[in-house]
T-cell receptor, first 112, second 114 residues
Framework: KQEVTQIPAALSVPEGENLVLNCSFT??????LQWFRQDPGKGLTSLLL?????REQTSGRLNASLDKSSGRSTLYIAASQPGDSATYLC???????????FGTGTRLTIIP | KAGVTQTPRYLIKTRGQQVTLSCSPI?????VSWYQQTPGQGLQFLFE???????NKGNFPGRFSGRQFSNSRSEMNVSTLELGDSALYLC?????????????FGPGTRLLVL
């Protein structure tokens, strides 16, 4: 059974700093991994999707990496802004099991 | 292009009642998945529909059911509501079945069971 863990559960950093969010998963036979953000009381917004054959994906100030062999992914946010404050969730899909398994999320607060 | 829409956005029910939630996917998307989000359990997969057929089902009791119509709109139904069913219910749509592509989520329906 796939299990996804995100540490830390909460993180506060001053505006302008670069930061890294971590995601780990137990079953490396994944199809892909996605990073989402969720604002309070809202749905999920997809940030990046990394296929199992890829090592990283970039979108603007965001960079996500994937290391399947170690069961880890990181989301790097450069030059953080107050608008980046949200909960960030990673989710994986496994071959033969067409659903997303989500981590518990990291609640990020950017301090102006 | 309009995003995924869910109705109603908020709902209050009492134990024992039943509820129906609706999800309209992005135009052209044929796959709709449903998730339950609670503070204790996080996001958990309920089921996925593609072309009116249930393709995958999570580990939830039979009180949770769903269907998809020919226009890809989907409904989920929860019968005999329990306090523990209070949650944010999210639906997501994609072009194809399974999470091979980006899943687009709706804003969710927040259900409170009293």
């Amino acid at each position: 059974k796939q299990e996804v863990t995100q540490i830390p559960a909460a993180l506060s950093v001053p505006e302008g700093e670069n930061l890294v969010l971590n995601c780990s998963f137990t079953d490396s036979a994944i199809y892909n991994l996605q990073w989402f953000r969720q604002d309070p009381g809202k749905g999920l917004t997809s940030l990046l999707l990394i296929q199992s054959s890829q090592r990283e994906q970039t979108s603007g100030r965001l960079n996500a990496s994937l290391d399947k062999s170690s069961g880890r992914s990181t989301l790097y946010i450069a030059a953080s802004q107050p608008g980046d404050s949200a909960t960030y969730l990673c989710a994986v899909s496994n071959f033969g099991n067409e659903k997303l398994t989500f981590g518990t999320g990291t609640r990020l607060t950017i301090i102006p | 292009k309009a995003g995924v829409t869910q109705t109603p956005r908020y709902l209050i029910k009492t134990r024992g009642q039943q509820v129906t939630l609706s999800c309209s996917p992005i135009s052209g998307h044929r796959s709709v998945s449903w998730y339950q989000q609670t503070p204790g359990q996080g996001l958990q997969f309920l089921f996925e529909y593609f072309s009116e057929t249930q393709r995958n089902k999570g580990n939830f009791p039979g009180r949770f059911s769903g269907r998809q119509f020919s226009n890809s709109r989907s409904e989920m139904n929860v019968s005999t509501l329990e306090l523990g069913d209070s949650a944010l219910y999210l639906c997501a749509s994609s072009l194809v079945v399974g999470p091979q592509e980006t899943q687009y989520f709706g804003p969710g329906t927040r259900l409170l069971v009293l």
